[in-house]
């Protein structure tokens, strides 16, 4: 319906009517031009202009009539019937169908609808257009972006003195807060006036910290509490352990006394799964792993010494400075150590000796960092000397993957939280690989250059799109990774894992084969050590012999040459010819073989000579 609204006005109340008019134009003024004011004007060049490259905007709020939605329920009732039939009554709508059955365009249109409904309902046998033909696949993005990584942030130390970033650890909630911890690992060479101060960092926020930690000793590491994130964990300098509570500020909420503290820098604390929350364990080079609970903090509710010979004697432990623990396997913990072997231990054993399970050996030098695969427990990644290795729990004596020895020195390594086949390391020279065994096992997937001073420490968040990396100057470096190193690819896990089996069967084998060469080595060895041990007695017996012999012959003549001189003095010598010495001496010896292969004793055959002798 149109609107018309007529206004009524009289025609001398609108105003005085215009008339317009053509007229020849006039000069009202004519200002001539001053030479005086030339000396006035100031050229510029160049001119500079500000312009705006987008179009001007405005912005304006107006209030509208706000929407009010209301719930209301719809009775439905049978219908269709006439106004003469009432659907009440029973009998009125029996006869009313069956006079509505015997007409003839019910029974047609029946007949159309019903074969149109047939082929509907066989089309439906037929084809399952409901069906899912690839519900077994994962829904996954596949990217055929180069692997990159820019710098969206950096976070400074504000202090004058610069110290070391240690630690990091990202805020449980959201990822929007970033705690470093900061120290000097040079022993006794921390410089005057250096303060102990760590903060929490606001990613929207690097120009000031949002909360600064004031410890009574600098800080090695510092976590969240995965279930209170206003609660972290401190390890520190001096071997104490403090709990901060961010609600109530700066200051340490609670702190481990000093007598039953570690005696050496807290390298590594991890907060355990536990209904309280309260509860975790932390590591020192001083050779002990201690569980404490922050509600009774004052001294730890256990000790485990690292002593691999399971005499738990303190001065024969292994130095600590790196610890794991997987929530999905709640009785195991790892320990990485100073002379680069990884421990594996039962927190349930009774004893402290039983606590430790089994060693891995493989790096020369302290092991900075070890982690499980976040998809495959029994695989997990250590960082040490110049390289990272991938070891498997079914094989004990060797690693199953390594990378090739660099340059530089690696300082810390971890896991990408999203792709089971990526991990990252952090190396001396201030680079940043990043390593994906799907692409290339060989080399670093991306290798970049974070700063110019050596990056010591790493921390991934739990999306994979974020990696903070901390440095020896105490900076704190922002990254974003691209999209191909923090999407699942397709079908990923069932690569991954193939990979990590087939090295595992390779390494089992080749242990095998090893065991048998050394088998063969030792018997070959003993063998070795029986033929010569038998040759030597059969030497022995030689000379035995030998010696014998000649032993037994020296009595023998000097047997005969004292008899002779006796049966000399006896008997006068006779007047024919006698037997001449050198005569006697070659008939005694002829005797003597063939008394000798007669077997008959010495004495008697000295008597037989005799009688020889004297005829």
């Known amino acids: 319906m149109e609107i018309v609204y007529v206004y009524v006005k009289k025609r001398s109340e609108f105003g005085k009517q215009c008339n317009f008019s053509d007229r020849q134009a006039e000069l009202n003024i004519d200002i001539s031009p001053n030479p005086e004011l030339s000396s006035l004007y100031v050229e510029r060049n160049p ?22 939605m209301e719930s209301c329920g719809v009775n439905h009732v049978e219908g269709g019937w006439p106004k003469d039939v009432n659907p009440q009554e029973l009998e009125q709508t029996i006869r009313f169908r069956k006079k509505v059955e015997k007409d003839e365009n019910y029974i047609n249109a029946v007949m159309q609808l019903g074969s149109i409904m047939e082929h509907c309902i066989k089309q439906n046998n037929a084809i399952d257009i409901y069906e899912e033909y690839f519900d077994d696949e994962d829904g996954v993005e596949v990217t055929e972006e180069a692997p990159s990584a820019k710098t969206i942030n950096v976070f400074r130390d504000p202090q004058e003195i610069k110290r070391t970033a240690t630690h990091l650890s990202w805020h449980p909630d959201g990822n929007r807060k970033l705690a470093v911890a900061y120290s000097c690992l040079n022993f006794q060479r921390a410089p005057m006036g250096m303060s102990h101060e760590s903060y929490i960092w606001d990613l929207e926020n690097p120009n000031r910290p949002e909360l600064v930690l004031r410890p009574s000793s600098p800080l090695v590491t510092l976590e969240y509490n995965p279930k209170d994130s206003h609660v972290l964990l401190g390890g520190c300098y001096n071997g104490q352990i403090a709990c901060w509570d961010t609600r109530k500020g700066s200051l340490v909420a609670e702190l481990s006394t000093i007598e039953f503290s570690h005696r050496d820098p807290v390298y590594g604390t991890i907060w355990l799964q536990s209904k309280t929350g309260t ?24 000790v485990v010494i690292m002593d691999i010979s399971r005499k738990e004697q303190l001065e024969n432990a292994l130095g600590a400075i790196s610890l794991e623990f997987e929530s999905t396997l709640p009785t195991k913990f790892m320990v990485g150590t100073e002379q680069g072997i990884v421990i594996s231990c039962n927190r349930k054993a009774k004893t402290s000796a039983e606590k430790i399970v ?39 004596e060797s690693s199953i993957m390594w990378t090739r020895y660099h340059m530089a020195y690696l ?15 952090t190396k001396m020279d201030g680079t940043l690989d990043i390593w994906d065994l799907v692409f290339k096992q060989c080399d670093p997937a991306l290798s970049l250059k974070v700063c110019d001073e050596a990056l010591f420490c790493l921390r991934v968040q739990d999306t994979g799109c974020l990696i903070a990396c901390g440095s020896q100057l105490g900076t704190t470096t922002l990254l974003e990774v691209s999209s191909s190193l923090s ?28 065991r048998e060469m050394r088998l063969k080595e030792k018997g070959k060895a003993e063998g070795r050590d029986d033929d010569q041990k038998d040759e030597d007695t059969a030497l022995d017996l030689e000379e035995l012999v030998s010696k014998a012999e000649e032993e037994f012959f020296e009595i023998i003549f000097a047997e005969l040459k004292k008899k002779e001189a006796e ?49």
Not at 50 to 68: D, L, P, V
Not at 359 to 374: C, D, E, K, M, V
Not at 411 to 425: E, H, K, L
Not at 488 to 513: G, M, P
């Open 358 to 396: 089994c060693t891995f050996s493989g790096h020369h030098g302290p092991i900075y960092a070890l982690q499980r695969n976040p998809f495959y427990p029994k695989n997990f990644l250590t960082v040490g000397d110049w390289t990272a290795r991938i070891w498997s729990e079914d094989s004990r």
């Open 567 to 615: 049966a000399l003095k006896k008997k006068p010598k006779p007047k024919k010819a006698s037997i001449e010495t050198e005569d006697r001496d070659e008939l005694l010896e002829e005797n003597v073989g063939e008394e000798e292969e007669a077997g008959v004793e010495v004495d008697e055959a000295g008597e037989e000579r005799e009688e020889d002798i004297s005829t």
């Open 487 to 514: 999407t699942l690819q397709r079908n990923e896990k069932n690569i991954a894992s193939s990979i990590f089996e087939r090295e595992t069967r390779r390494e089992k084998l080749l242990e095998a084969r090893h």
């Open 279 to 302: 509860e975790c364990f932390s590591a020192s080079t001083d050779g002990q792993v201690m569980w404490w609970d922050i509600r009774k903090i004052s001294e730890p509710t256990e």
């Open 47 to 68: 001119v500079d202009t500000g312009i705006q490259c987008s179009a001007s905007m405005s912005e304006h709020e107006a209030n509208t009539e706000r929407f009010e």
């Open 411 to 425: 300082s810390d390594g971890a896991w990408s939280p999203v792709r089971p086949a990526v991990f990252f390391t």
